[in-house]
């Protein structure tokens, strides 16, 4: 039996630093619930202790001692016990975990039960989570398994500190001085990513640079995977196609070649020496000028075969679909697909093909990608983006879980919905960390890392639930103050999509870095990288046809889920511009004109953020000062911003279809000019 006593918790700043697991004092009865003089005990397994058990004591302990605050040791009663049996098979499989109190003394002994030690870690955090939002000991059983094996977060992070799309200061990886020096961010990080059950990390670039793959990386990497283990977490890299030519000696990366083949064997026999538990290769190819395998007239599966061959069944590779070619005058919506969805059941077993939430690239809204449920007989894994990089970067206010949400309820029509399909398979989302005091540029951006952890644990838990436990355990328990928060979250999504790509348009952001309007942007080399290019839009109308009269993309679907977007008299307005081109005077089912709810929808979109803003300002005083005063700044900032992107794209929606403003809408504040010649060449990320 393993016992630990109780240690006092640090008491930080109101920074962020400390994101969902603050542990904030509890009031009244519920403090004193937790008196606990030495309350954890590991009873079974043999007692046998591990890294991972003494990380979930030593959690707990924590957990217990921030939540008694400083009143409880004085309270009467006897203390409470907390139990960890994890070795007992109690039906929730890997990671999985029972809590409930102990049948004949509920008020002072608890019990966390799990068939190993990670589910006792994950389930130490979920006890510690559901205390941190107020429920009380007595009233806590719950038994919960992942829902996918594999739960990863993706990090667009360069060796040099840059993070691609990153905009919460530099990357979080220390590699120059690694595998001496390991930073105590990598084990914080680690603590977070394992309090939602995040199990894989993928820690650099899918544009990849080949000396990653060079032994002194395989040094650094072993210094992290052996940190991060006891916390449940695999390390992955990604892989750059070209490794064998750029590092390697050869003159060729041809997957069919036998030497290629050679080097990419004894490759991962290096990396499994140093890391047993090594995850695998992500692999981004034949895309945006990345090597590949068609760069030798193979296919994606020669390419990821070749790779599955050299791992064997030490690991996965996961292949990404996020392809478009240089060449191709097809949509960009079908490219993937059209490449993809022929290979289905040629890809080896320990291949996963890693598919975006939708067809074109992580914008505020897009239907779900054709990709799932279109291949039975492909391991197929959800990629999301928490980095907000179509959506405002960490400067506006969006809670992405209602945009994961539509997603992964989305039904295929072909056997399930998105979730469904995944779920055998996994989810990952792009990281938004980065060496920000507050981790990831905005204190509302760690609401999208915890959930995106936590539909990656569960897809069925609500947007609305995620924001309310979130908002509990990072800025207060205070019921009104947490609906109010919950509220600006549920609404904030959506308020992005109306002031920025409303009633299904896409990709108007500026070209290169993303930020603000650029709805004008038409001469770049090739046609999709022009917003020109995906709104169609002229003098009569607006809207990529993607319907059997244009370029079909519609038909990628199953049937009667094409037949949903078939019609613009009946689509959901949501999607109408993505798959139709309309006249500016249609009538929609609203009654109103095409131009009159697209103009309605831009100022719907800028009276949620003022909505969102005034929210905020009523909880002075409800949060602490800090971090109220930095929401609110930032909150100011997409106030005037979302009002930029209204006004830029009306003004340039006029200048093609000579329209007066609807009535009752003011017209926009500047000149068309005005708004082309802003140009931000510093904007982060890039
Ligand atoms: O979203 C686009 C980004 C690129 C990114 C690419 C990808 C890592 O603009 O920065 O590259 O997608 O997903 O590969």
Known sequence: MVACSVVAVPAYAEDGYDLWLRYAPLEGE??????????????????????????????????????????????????????????????????GYRLSPVADDPRRAFLIAAEDHLGCLYGSFALLRELSTGKRLSDIAIGQAPAMPLRMLNHWDNPDGHVERGYAGRSIFDWWHLPERLDQRM??????????????????????????????????LERLAHAWRPYGIRVYLSARFSAPRDIGGLDTADPLDPAVRAWWHAKADQIYTAIPDFGGFLVKANSEGQPGPQDYGRTHADGANMLAAAIGDRGTVIWRAFVYSAEDEADRAKQAYEEFVPLDGQFADNVIVQVKNGPVDFQPREPFHPMFGAMPNTRLMLEAQITKEYLGFASHLAYLAPLWKEVLDADTGRGGTVAEVVAPVGIAGVANTGSDRNWTGSHFDQANWYAFGRLAWNPALTSEEIAGEWAAQTFTRDPAAVGAITSMMLDSREAVVSYMTPLGLAHQMDTGHHYGPGPWVCDLARPEWNPCYYHQADRSGIGFDRTANGSDALSQYAPQVAAQWADPATIDPHYLLWFHHVAWDDTLPSGRTVWQELVREYDRGVAAVDTMAGQWAGLRGAIDAERHRAVSESLA???????????????????????????GASPPAETLEAYKSRSFPEAPGQ
């Open 637 to 663: 900032i997409q106030q005037r911003e979302a009002r930029w992107w209204r006004d830029a794209s009306v003004a340039y929606w006029q200048s093609l279809n000579g329209l007066e403003m609807p009535q």
């Open 30 to 95: 519920a403090q004193s619930d937790l008196r606990a003089d030495s309350p954890f005990a590991n009873i079974a397994d043999g007692g046998r202790s591990s890294p991972t058990l003494e990380i979930a004591l030593e959690e707990l302990s924590r957990g217990f001692a921030g939540l008694q605050g400083s009143g409880a040791r004085a309270a009467n009663g006897s203390p409470v016990k907390v139990e960890l049996d994890c070795g007992e098979t109690v039906g929730t499989g890997e990671g």
């Open 187 to 220: 084990i914080d990080y680690a603590r977070a990513n394992a309090s939602l059950g995040i199990n894989g990390v993928v820690v650099n670039n899918v544009n990849a640079k080949s000396f990653m793959l060079e032994p002194r990386y395989i040094a650094k």
